[in-house]
């Protein structure tokens, strides 16, 4: 069953300008991840982000993990056109596998 | 390259054959997955490996069957399988449950 649900369902920017990307789920969780996803690729992983941090960096990635809200952002500066994909999260809760949400289509215009 | 392999990239079938699906990862991983992506659909987890151990199942119809010789490679034998079973078929490890998964580039499925 799906866990985290990723908003918006799509995003279109220019290149150079930031991308903001959420995802929300519903119950506890350990860890929580963002994957990027090439149109009929499989999934790339980008971060991990634990239930005890608020924040991580990874070259032009930022993630924010707020678990009293139960909310993840993705943040991309100064997008690229390459930066173009599918963007999932993924919540881990522990007994059982990680769940992925429908996912952010990401779209950035050169 | 994320050390997982899948074969075949792409595979059209009948109702009535039978097929197999290959995954190998060369990462020295402990769990292996199967995951049916959909379009417009959430990723489908599908089947789950530990160990060489089938730990979690889906709900998934009788007629995917998974299996795993060793922990380098996971099968997916289809047969019977209906139209509404085309998608992209994933197959991902980790080193161990819990972790970061790393995904191959999946096998496009059409069943006519």
């Known amino acids: 069953s799906q866990q985290g649900e990723e908003d918006p369902q799509a995003l279109s920017i220019q290149e150079g300008e930031n991308a903001t990307m959420n995802c929300s789920y519903k119950?506890?969780?350990?860890?929580l991840q963002w994957y990027r996803q090439n149109s009929g690729r499989g999934l790339v992983h980008l971060i991990l982000i634990r239930s005890n941090e608020r924040e991580k960096h990874s070259g032009r990635l930022r993630v924010t993990l707020d678990t009293s809200k139960k909310s993840s952002s993705l943040l991309i500066t100064a997008s690229r056109a390459a930066d173009t994909a599918s963007y999932f999260c993924a919540t881990d809760a522990g007994n059982n596998d990680m769940r992925f949400g429908a996912g952010t289509r990401l779209t950035v215009k050169p | 390259e994320t050390g997982v392999t899948q074969t075949p990239r792409h595979l059209v079938m009948g109702m009535t054959n039978k097929k197999s699906l290959k995954c190998e990862q060369h990462l020295g991983h402990n769990a292996m997955y199967w995951y049916k992506q959909s379009a417009k659909k959430p990723l489908e987890l599908m089947f789950v490996?530990?160990?060489?151990?089938?730990?979690e199942n889906n709900s998934v119809p009788s007629r995917f069957s998974p299996e795993c010789p060793n922990s380098s490679h996971l099968f997916l034998h289809l047969h019977t399988l209906q139209p509404e079973d085309s998608a992209l078929y994933l197959c991902a490890s980790s080193r161990d449950r819990f972790y970061e998964q790393y995904f191959g580039p999946g096998t496009r499925l059409t069943v006519t």
């Open positions: 119950t506890s969780i350990n860890n």
């Open positions: 490996y530990s160990l060489e151990e089938r730990v």
